[in-house]
């Protein structure tokens, strides 16, 4: 079973930025998708950005490319999401996610997200 713990979310301006960060543990010598996942009020889940961690091969939603950037430190365990330039309508619960085999954000891949962690609240005021 894979854990994942995140943190690092906060309350910022817009044009602010902040990193979140998802530890993992439990089956950390295979490779597998980490995925950036957030959900605001009313709204349905989106898929923010992912990294399969054999290889680095990164995935963004349009909304956030050139602003976000997924990362991975393997001898952490930890995947981390780098928000910049950041906009009110970034304003959501954050949660990491983990899946086996493949990798993607989009919504027919969510479905095979079988880990998530607890969620950490990103506010973005204007």
């Known amino acids: 079973e894979v854990q994942l713990v995140e943190s690092g979310g906060g309350s910022v301006q817009a044009g602010g930025s902040l990193r979140l960060s998802c530890a993992a543990s439990g089956y950390t010598y295979v490779s597998k998708c980490m995925g950036w996942f957030r959900q605001a009020p009313g709204k349905e889940r989106e898929g923010v950005a992912a990294i399969w961690t054999g290889g680095g091969t990164t995935y963004y939603a349009d909304s956030v490319k050139g602003r976000f950037t997924i990362s991975q430190d393997n001898a952490k365990n930890t995947v981390y999401l780098q928000m910049n330039s950041l906009k009110p309508e970034d304003t959501a619960m954050y949660y990491c996610?983990?899946?086996?085999?493949?990798?993607?954000?989009?919504?027919?891949?969510?479905?095979?997200?079988?880990?998530w962690g607890q969620g950490t609240q990103v506010t973005v005021s204007s």
């Open positions: 996610a983990a899946r086996f085999y493949h990798c993607g954000i989009d919504r027919g891949s969510q479905t095979f997200f079988g880990y």
